[in-house]
């Protein structure tokens, strides 16, 4: 049976949710797959594949997030790997133009003021090579109190309101389906020579 491993940096439990829930499906569709935090720090060596996902504050990843793709990037270049982020809030003031790259809509702009979260994470993927990177909607519960100071001072300014819509959007059919598709490429069959 193909091992999987789904990695989250998750702070508030969205990411971590989209995670157990690729896990659960790949498991449904013959794979053994394992769900961990990234600030475990599990080694992808025993894997076949590797899923990692990190939820997005101020445009950049939660750190173990980065630190755990900075850390097995050799492993990591070596077999199958797909990333997520779990960022952008519907009807957030960022989130509002529909056509938008989503992949600027969660990390920002590629270059300039603002970018030096996805520009992180473009670094890595250029070693990685990762086969995609999905953005998902995330989730956001204002009674969940800030686990970091930049947290806390971003929800106290008054425009947060339009910024951040509480809620939790996570799209279960959309997370069901792509994992799906991972699944497929995980358990297909193992290439010859
Ligand atoms: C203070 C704050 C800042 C955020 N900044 C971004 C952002 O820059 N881009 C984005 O796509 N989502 C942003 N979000 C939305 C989160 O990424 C979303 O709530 C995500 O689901 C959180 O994942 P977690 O619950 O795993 O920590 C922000 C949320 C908060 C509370």
């Known amino acids: 049976m193909r091992r999987a491993l789904i990695v989250h940096a998750s702070r508030h439990g969205g990411t971590a949710g989209i995670a157990e829930k690729i896990g659960e499906v790949l498991r449904s569709e013959g794979v053994d797959a394992v769900v961990a935090p990234a600030a475990d720090m599990p080694d992808p060596g025993a894997f076949d594949a590797c899923v990692i996902g990190g939820g997005v504050y101020m ?16 492993i990591l270049a070596t077999r199958p790997v797909w990333l997520f982020s779990s960022g952008p809030l519907p009807g957030s003031s960022v989130a509002k133009n529909p056509t938008a790259d989503p992949i600027e809509l969660a990390l920002g702009p590629a270059d300039g003021p603002g970018s030096g979260g996805r520009k992180k994470i473009e670094a890595l993927s250029a070693v990685i090579h990762p086969r995609e990177h999905h953005v998902f909607v995330g989730a956001f519960d204002p009674k969940d109190p800030p686990k970091a100071m930049s947290e806390r001072l971003v929800r106290m300014m008054p425009a947060s309101k339009n910024l951040l819509p509480a809620g939790d959007f996570r799209e279960w059919p959309i997370i069901e389906a792509w994992a799906r598709e991972i699944a497929a490429e995980v358990a297909g069959p193992v290439p010859i020579g």
């Not at 950049?60 to 097995?72: A, M, N, P, Q």
């Open 59 to 74: 445009g950049s990843w939660v750190k173990e997030g980065t630190e755990y793709l900075d850390r097995f990037a050799s």
